[in-house]
Each structure stands twice: as structure tokens, then as C-alpha cells.
């Protein structure tokens, strides 16, 4: 438990039994523990309710940003420590906070870095590390905000802690592939309805290249191996699938072409193509 100022450990959750609980034990030092789940069709709450009674349930909003907010509104304490499932709280940062509580906390936001687990391998450099997030706030100075890439967004001062959480998100090269794959859709769209960015093919040419050559060579991404060399290529990957899907919304909105009146007018086996019946 902390002294002092009390800490709300808040966490969402939809299907997460392999991972939720490892997450839930880093946790039983706060002051209360909430969960908000998104109607999980495994044993994520099942395994919830042995840690803590303060499990709810909400319909999945547009972005996690969005479920982040409502979930800080079931905690008690102004204070709040987010997690994800997948995420763990060392002993380092629990003492570390406690310590930190004790004496009165200096900022309002702490920024915690954030230590990533991929494909068997802790990675130390390309910029994920130290990487840091906002997890530890007073959730009356501020919310959460951004598609993906979400961070709380407060009116308080910002301090940094040093012991990290730790993060096993992304197990195989497939996982991160498809989670980068997924993250362009909704950031491509995102784009797209605020009408503030327009495909750019020189941004579809260079910004992968930019990225690759930031995380690989000058975040030292070489340090971490062919693993490295991954990660980088991955994360060009993104940025050049987040302009060609932008791209492809604007064509569609501009210039659809029909598929039906083409097949229904010339391909074989169409309505429009099919033989007469002469009545034989």
C-alpha cells in the first residue's frame, strides 16, 4: 500500500487470461485495483475477480484512448497507475513510487520507461529503450488522448521515474508485423476523416527511409541484431502502408470505379451474359 497520497491501479482488458494475471500480482501493493473489460470471452474476468471486486465491463469504444477515460472514472483516488495486460510493474518502480509517495510527490505526471520483450529477446536500443509513458498521473489534471499511440495529455508538471515497467507485447516477428499492419489502418483512416493530411507520394517515398535510418542507425538499432534490423524495416513498413491506405481512401472517394455494372455487362457467366433461355 502507498502512504500518503493513494494510488489506483486501472487496467482494460478483453482477452487476456494468458497474460492479465502475471500483471494483476505486480500490482497488489496499490491501493485498489480497477478493471475494465470489453465483454472478454475467455477467463480474463474470471482471473480478475481473485485479485480485486472492482471489475467492470464496457462496450469497446472507438480507441483505447477513449476506453482509458472511462476506466479512470470507476477509481477512487485521483492518483493512477495505468497498465496494460501485458504489462508488469517491477520492484524497482513499486519501491520506487512508494518511496517517491512517501515524501510527497514532485510533479503530477511521472513519464515510467517502458522495457520491450520481442521474439525472445530484451531490446535495448532503436529507440524503444528507455521509452518512456505516461502511466503514473492525477487524472484531474488530464486524459487520454491519440488513436494508437495514446498518452495522457495533463495541464500538471511532468517528472521522470527510473526503474521501468516491463512489456511483453509482441512475442513473434508475425504479431508485430500484423500490430503494425492493424496500427496504419487506423491511422491511415484517422488521416483520412480529419482532412488534415493528403497523400503525399514523396512522404510515401522518404519517411519510410527517414524512420529506417533513425531507429536502425541513429537510435543504434544495430545493437539489438537481425531483431534490430526487423523492428526498424517494420516501423518504415507502417509509414509507408499509413500513405498508400490513405491513398487508396481518397482514390475510392474520388474516382470509384463499378465493379458490378463492369461484371454485370462482360463477364461470363453474369446475368447480363447468361444464354437466353429459348424455352426448350
Not at 483505447?64 to 495505468?82: C, K, P
Request: include cysteine; proline fraction near 4%; aromatic fraction near 14%.
Amino acid at each position: 500500500m502507498t502512504t500518503g497520497h493513494k494510488i489506483s491501479a486501472v487496467i482494460i482488458t478483453y482477452n487476456e487470461e494468458k497474460k492479465i494475471e502475471r500483471c494483476l500480482r505486480s500490482l497488489t501493493w496499490a491501493d485498489e485495483i480497477i478493471i475494465v473489460d470489453s465483454f472478454s470471452t475467455d477467463k480474463t474476468v474470471e482471473i480478475c475477480r481473485r485479485y480485486t471486486d472492482k471489475v467492470y465491463q464496457h462496450p469497446w469504444p472507438h480507441s483505447s484512448s477513449e476506453q482509458r477515460n472511462v476506466a479512470d472514472r470507476y477509481a477512487a483516488n485521483d492518483w493512477i497507475l495505468a497498465l496494460d495486460a501485458d504489462e508488469v510493474a517491477t520492484l524497482g518502480l513499486r519501491d520506487e513510487i512508494q518511496s517517491e509517495f512517501k515524501s510527497g510527490p514532485r510533479a503530477d505526471l511521472f513519464m515510467i520507461p517502458r522495457r520491450e520483450y520481442f521474439a525472445g529477446k530484451w531490446i535495448e536500443a532503436g529507440g524503444w529503450f528507455p521509452q518512456y509513458k505516461t502511466n503514473l498521473y492525477r487524472k484531474s489534471l488530464g486524459s487520454w488522448i491519440g488513436p494508437i499511440h495514446l498518452r495522457v495529455d495533463t495541464t500538471g508538471t511532468i517528472a521522470y521515474l527510473k526503474n521501468p515497467i516491463l512489456h511483453d507485447g509482441y512475442a513473434d516477428y508475425k504479431i508485430f508485423m500484423d500490430k503494425f499492419n492493424y496500427y496504419s489502418s487506423i491511422e491511415s483512416r484517422a488521416d483520412y476523416d480529419r482532412k488534415q493530411r493528403r497523400f503525399s507520394l514523396m512522404r510515401a517515398l522518404f519517411k519510410p527511409l527517414e524512420r529506417f535510418f533513425g531507429r536502425f542507425i541513429k537510435h543504434r538499432g544495430y545493437r539489438d541484431g537481425i531483431h534490430g534490423f526487423y523492428m526498424a524495416a517494420v516501423i518504415a513498413m507502417n509509414y509507408f502502408l499509413r500513405e498508400m491506405k490513405l491513398y487508396e481512401l481518397e482514390y475510392r472517394q474520388k474516382n470509384p470505379e463499378d465493379w458490378e455494372r463492369v461484371y454485370r455487362t462482360s463477364a461470363a457467366g453474369s446475368e447480363a451474359s447468361a444464354p437466353a433461355n429459348d424455352g426448350q
